[in-house]
Nanobody, 122 residues
């Protein structure tokens, strides 16, 4: 059973930083990818970043503007999303997800977990 547990959200002032964490479990082998998504109020969910476990390739959405950094600690089965220079428009529920397939793409993710809320005040 795939389990995804995101944490680390909170209320931050614009310009601040946050590091989100997600514990991922339930996958066999290393032929899978993990991604961060976010859903702002009234908007559709959108991909933020994707990382392949086997090859270690990382992909970011075009809006990321180098403010987002995704990393992984295999020993802890945890991935992180560092967000710097936070903006009010980054306010959203952030979800992590994972699926089989060693390729970077925001397609094919179906398991979402409960997400973690990031609120950025101006």
């Amino acid at each position: 059973e795939v389990q995804l547990q995101a944490s680390g959200g909170g209320l931050v002032r614009a310009g601040g930083s946050l590091r989100l964490s997600c514990v991922v479990s339930g996958f066999t082998g290393d032929d899978y990818a993990i991604a961060w998504f976010r859903q702002a109020p009234g908007k559709e969910r959108e991909g933020v970043s994707c990382l392949t476990v086997r090859s270690g390739t990382t992909f970011y959405a075009s809006f990321d503007e180098d403010r987002f950094t995704m990393s992984r600690d295999p020993a802890k089965n945890t991935v992180y999303l560092q967000i710097d220079s936070l903006k009010p428009e980054d306010t959203a529920v952030y979800y992590c997800s994972a699926r089989y397939g060693d390729y970077v793409s925001f397609e094919g993710f179906d398991d979402w977990g409960q997400g973690t809320l990031v609120t950025v005040s101006s």
